[in-house]
């Protein structure tokens, strides 16, 4: 167990709805990364938060969307979702601390759109 | 932009062969350097990392070197077991000073050990 818990762990929907997504970082943990992973393919970043303010993005689509809450878990906004955005969405966390630390991946959530 | 290679995408070696697995990043400023692993559905794990001002690391069967003068790095695996089968992701951090950084991944291979 990694201490970074997301939910739900299944999520089918249908095109054109929208979905949120969740995560609760390692206590502790002030960095949330959300990353795409569609079959066969890599980890894609979308978003960073750190201690609830936006601090990078990545190849992120404007219909989706992202925060950081004060108690720093986090949610991510999928809406006019459309098949292709079927996938294992990831949540990561790590500590805060100079030049890198290790991230810590939640179990992901697959979301599948019909 | 930030940019991490990595090669091959799929591999295969025979038990107890070694493995190699080789990633290049873009930025010269990435400073931490992580390896996970990931396990058929399920989360990707950390294995092993390094940071710019080692040149070597070594745990066990596994170990990463690290040239940031040619900005690449890789994976040795030795005396490889079936259960070393997964997809290995390397990672370079992009930091934009203070505590916050961006972890972008390699676009992963896959480890087949054949018994």
């Known amino acids: 167990d990694s201490g970074v818990t997301q939910t739900p762990k299944h999520l089918i929907t249908a095109t054109g709805q929208r979905v949120t997504l969740r995560c609760s970082p390692r206590?502790?943990?002030?960095?949330v990364y959300w990353y795409q992973q569609s079959l066969d393919q890599g980890l894609q970043f979308l978003i960073q938060?750190?201690?609830?303010?936006?601090?990078a993005k990545g190849n992120i689509l404007e219909r989706f969307s992202a925060q950081q809450f004060p108690d720093l878990h986090s949610e991510l906004n999928l809406s006019s979702l459309e098949l292709g955005d079927s996938a294992l969405y990831f949540c990561?966390?790590?500590?805060?601390?100079?030049?890198?630390?290790?991230?810590?991946f939640g179990q992901g959530t697959r979301l599948t759109v019909v | 932009g930030e940019n991490v290679e990595q090669h091959p995408s799929t591999l295969s070696v025979q038990e107890g062969d070694s493995a190699v697995i080789k990633c290049t990043y873009s930025?010269?400023?990435?400073?931490?350097f992580p390896w996970y692993k990931q396990e058929l559905g399920k989360r990707p794990q950390l294995i092993i990392d390094?940071?710019?001002?080692?040149g070597e690391k070594k745990d066990q069967r596994i170990a990463v070197t690290l040239n940031k003068t040619a900005k690449h790095f890789s994976l040795h695996i030795t005396e490889t077991q079936p259960e070393d089968s997964a997809v290995y992701f390397c990672?370079?951090?992009?930091?934009?000073?203070?505590?916050?950084?961006?972890?972008?991944f390699g676009t992963g291979t896959l480890l087949a050990v054949q018994p």
């Open positions: 990561a966390s790590s500590v805060t601390g100079q030049g890198g630390t290790e991230a810590f």
């Open positions: 206590s502790g943990d002030l960095s």
């Open positions: 938060y750190y201690n609830g303010e936006e601090r």
């Open positions: 930025d010269s400023a990435s400073n931490y």
């Open positions: 390094i940071r710019s001002n080692v």
């Open positions: 990672a370079a951090t992009f930091s934009y000073g203070g505590a916050t950084n961006k972890l972008i």
